[in-house]
């Protein structure tokens, strides 16, 4: 059978098209063929196998064009976005180039507006010197016919008189002529106009028919009416030219027929007075609307540094201004009146709001002057809410006293929390300013509370005012001091207590002493200052509640040994004078005793409260009170006897139990103990037995390895911060020095090494050089390397060339041994006042180290 005739059901003729089409049959065929040997097996199995790898990397590249085609669509939405956001922008852009536009051509409008209102305002000034040189010309023409004599006038009334009896007798016309010849008479007289301006700025004539004359030389107009008589006229002038009295020009003097004036005259004359009075208020009425129509349009052209010459304007115009949303505008205006004013332009804008309290009274000042103050404690120039600030103490004296501590009080609270230094310190002025101002002390644990935060604040100038002025005035207002030192004590310790411990060993020492960050070293040092601050209200408080009176020194309100005496024995109620013993010291000991070494600021400012103390309560509570108390709390045995027996385990609860806690009570109380306490003046000869039993006395006894000779050391360089036992210590140390006890030397060496810092060049030259010289000679090697590390520290801290070659020479007597040990303490101890010393000093190291090379 042929391929033929196998496939009937094919066209060959058109086989491409048709599943019969097998492409490359031949290759495929011959790769079958090949295929049934092994060789050609594995050969097609790797070719299967890379055809499934091309197959993969086609589809992986199909969906990565797949991807790509999605990002490309993304992309043109993207595009498209952007491109309509960009029309849009530029429309928008279009749109306010055309509101810039309208913004301009209104700016142009307003400047016409406020030229035509400076023209008004030139106008209404041009009438108004109009008036005034018309008020002039009548006063000048007043004056003109005061001058003349009263005989003249008198001369021509009879004149007048004699004329007018001679035409009564003519009748009824007679008598109108008469009053023809009168008023042709009359208009010879002066005439002449007053002008006013009305409301609506018309001009209005008054003629001033007759003038009289006054015997004090005043002249005042008379008003006489058509229905008078001119005999009655003439009598009058009569009257008041012989009488030379003064006549009242609000009074018409008019007779008829010897009778009082009518009723409807006076009637007239009071609604004379009426409406005149009327007019003057509506033209000051309508005066003060122009004023305050003007006054925002004039002061942004005024400068800066002439604005407060627009003061009392302003001043005038929101007083009297009927319009109350008129007048909160200009207040705004006041207040905002200088961008940003200086000291002396705050104080000449306070002046008038001060001013402003008074004449408007309470109500206004609480409607209309605080707000102004509410809105502007959050604007961005510290001078303007420096300016709040200032209005909030000086104002609260003209609102009620509900409202200073409600409204006012809120608005210190939140002043209290400025970003500004000044406006901090400005609150804390005006706070002590307002609380006498409050009706009661219900808010009193808020204004401690501010209080406390005013003075740990970070900035020094808020600290110092909240200690001078705002802890007084919180003392005097609330009465409470009992209270503020339970709080501060608490403040101090929780301050300390909140801080990680040195180390985190339970246990050991440094588990006791706490890491302090800048802020709780800055908030212990302030509170310790309050504390210093509040002595002598402690002082002043235990000796008025004293029991015992009558044992009280008056002359220096000292507390004698005698008080003390009775005060143990008779157990009498004290808490005033307890809280210093019982609380305080037991307080600020627990407060040493978590301070490292370095924390020195912190034990000096606890020494300067301790020495306080003894001045204030006497050397009799030194002695007997706090000397005890510290001794106790260094594990030292004291008298107690001066304490009543309630406040005995108190008292001896201070003493150290454990081994680490007398290292940390020596390390930590002990200098407080010597400075503060038997540093005081009245202690110089006890402090110096203490210091010698310490440091001699204590080295002979077998148990010294138990005292902490470097605590002690540590403390005795604390004591030498202050300058005025320096003295004491060199004499101590000389006995030391030349001690035939090897420890004592070395003690003396290390304490020399020590003390360093706090010691000028005379005292290095005069006092510790010798020492360390007398030191450096000794046989004992132990000595001699001490003497070498104490010399380095001079060579450190001091850059006399006398100081440097006195430790050149002692260096090269220690090099001349030739011992190694010796080389090398000396080239360590120069080592560290390499950075610090001189440059000949340099050069003998440098010279020192190629000779140890070579």
Known sequence: MTFYEEVTDQNLDVWQNTPACVPDALRHYYYQYLSSTSEAAEEKIAMLRENESLLKANERLNNEKEKLLIAKDLSNNQISGLTKSLEAVQKDLKDRESQIQELKQSWERQRKEINDCRSEITSLKMHIEGSRSGMNMVASDVDDVQSQSLEKYKEEIKSLQMEIVGLKAKGAY?????????????????????????????????????????????????????TNKPEEVLENLLNSSDENAPIDNSVLVTKQNGQAPSEDGRLQLESD???????????????????????????????????????????????????????????????????????????????????????????????????????????????????????????AEFVRP?????????????????????????????????????????????????????????????????????????????????????????????????????????????????????????????????????LSSVHQKAVETCPLSSALESKDMMFSTSLLETYAREHAEWPAFDWMHVDCFPDLIQLACMLPQKEDNLRIRTTKFLLAVSEYFGDSYLVHIMLPLFLVSVGDNADLSFFPSVNHPRIKGLRPRTAVAERIATMCVLPLLLAGVLGAPSQHEQLANYLRGLLVDGTLKESQS??????????????????????????????????????????????????????????????????????????????????????????????????????????????????????????????????????????????????KKN
């Open 174 to 226: 007679a008598s109108e002529s008469i009053d023809n010849s009168t008023s042709e008479k009359e208009s010879h007289q002066a005439e002449e106009k007053v002008v006013e301006i009305d409301e609506d700025k018309t001009i209005v004539s008054h003629p001033v028919d007759v003038v009289g004359v006054l015997g004090n030389g005043d002249v005042l107009p008379l008003s006489i009416n058509e």
């Open 273 to 395: 007075k009426l409406g005149d009075k009327a007019a003057s208020e509506n033209m000051g009425l309508r005066t003060i609307e122009i004023l305050a129509d003007a006054l925002p349009k004039i002061v942004p052209y005024v400068l800066i540094n002439h604005r407060e010459e627009l003061l009392p304007l302003m001043m005038c115009a929101i007083e009297c201004h009927p319009d109350s949303g008129v007048r909160d505008s200009l207040t705004h205006t006041l207040f905002n009146l200088i961008k940003r004013p200086d000291e002396q332009q705050r104080r000449i804008i306070m002046d008038a709001c001060v001013r402003l309290a008074k004449n408007v009274g309470e109500m206004r000042t609480e409607t209309e002057l605080l707000p102004q103050c509410w809105e502007q404690i959050n604007h961005m120039y510290e001078e303007r809410r420096l300016l709040v600030a200032q209005s909030c103490g000086e104002l």
């Open 402 to 534: 509900e409202i200073c501590d409600s409204l006012i009080l809120s608005i210190v609270q939140q002043l209290i929390e400025d970003s500004a230094i000044v406006v901090r310190e400005a609150a804390a002025h005006n706070l002590s300013l307002l609380l006498p101002l409050f009706p009661n002390v219900d808010k009193y644990f808020k204004v401690e509370e501010l209080m406390f935060h005013l003075v740990c604040d970070p900035s020094g100038v808020v600290v110092d005012t909240a200690l001078k002025e705002l802890l007084p005035a919180v003392i005097k207002w609330g009465n409470r001091l009992e209270h503020i030192l339970r709080v501060l004590l608490s403040h101090i310790l929780s301050s300390a207590q909140h801080c990680p411990p040195l180390s985190g060993v339970e246990g050991s020492m440094e588990s006791h002493l706490r890491v302090l960050g800048e802020r709780e070293r800055w908030n212990i040092d302030v509170l310790l200052r309050m504390l210093v601050e509040l």
């Open 706 to 851: 138990t005292k902490h000779t470097a605590e002690i050391i540590d403390a005795v360089r604390f004591l030498c911060t202050f300058e005025k036992h320096h003295s004491i210590i060199f004499n101590i140390l000389w006995e030391m020095v030349v001690s035939s006890n090897i420890d004592m030397k070395i003690n003396a060496a290390n304490l020399l090494k020590a003390i360093m810092p706090y010691i000028d060049a005379k005292v290095a030259s005069t006092h510790v050089l010798p020492a360390l010289i007398t030191l450096g000679s000794d046989p004992n090697l132990n000595v001699k390397y001490a003497s070498i590390e104490a010399f380095g520290a001079v060579a450190q801290h001091f850059k006399n060339d006398m100081i440097v070659d006195k430790i050149r020479v002692q260096m090269d007597a220690f090099l001349e041994d030739g011992s190694h040990e010796a080389t090398i303490a000396v080239v360590r101890a120069l080592l560290v006042a390499v950075p610090h010393t001189t440059e000949r000093l340099r050069d003998y190291i440098l010279n020192l180290h190629h000779k």
